[in-house]
């Protein structure tokens, strides 16, 4: 009997480790994607940050900072990417999905993710002025609200300051 509970024990160890190298790659593959967003963002001229919302394994949404080309204020690439999402799945609540976003979001951002019900944020670098889930605020994860969002960071986070870093350099 003991030998069975060691070798369910090593199974249920080998699932773990299955389930998190196939997150791991997961996670690469779509922040891989959000790079390429923020890529995309600079060189219109926006700050370059890029998401993307997956849910069920695929992309749902996505999107760049655009508040100058929209003249919106609230075009942050996440919001924008949770705008296609809710439009892509037909539903405003994207309970079970995953954010993928270059750097760590706003607090306009982190509500809007707690509001839509995220599982899950990856970000690649935290913003140390406005940062609104680790930096200055903790509002993804706050005990006061009444849905949490698990957080992942630093993934990518050398190639996302990166992107951030030659941007704003060109224009100092």
Do not use: W
Not at 9 to 21: C, H, L, S
Not at 71 to 81: F, G, S, V, Y
Not at 154 to 172: D, K, N, T
């Amino acid at each position: 009997m003991l030998g069975m509970t060691r070798q369910m024990e090593n199974r249920i160890d080998e699932q773990r480790q299955g389930t998190g190298e196939r997150r791991a790659a997961a996670d690469e593959h779509f922040m891989r994607r959000a790079l390429e967003l923020a890529r995309e963002a600079a060189v219109a001229g926006e700050a370059p940050i890029g998401a993307v919302v997956v849910a069920d394994g695929r992309i749902a949404g996505e999107g760049r900072n655009s508040p100058i080309a929209l003249c919106d204020p609230t075009a942050h690439a996440e919001i924008l990417a949770l705008r296609e999402a809710s439009k892509s799945l037909g539903n405003y609540r994207l309970a079970g999905a995953t954010v993928y976003v270059t750097l760590e979001p706003c607090v306009m951002c982190a509500g809007a993710m707690v509001n839509a019900r995220i599982a899950r944020l990856v970000f690649g670098v935290r913003d140390l002025r406005f940062g609104g889930v680790r930096s200055k605020f903790r509002v993804a994860d706050s005990e006061l609200l009444n849905h949490r969002v698990a957080i992942d960071e630093g993934i990518f986070a050398a190639e996302c300051q990166q992107i951030l870093q030659s941007f704003f350099q060109v224009r100092r």
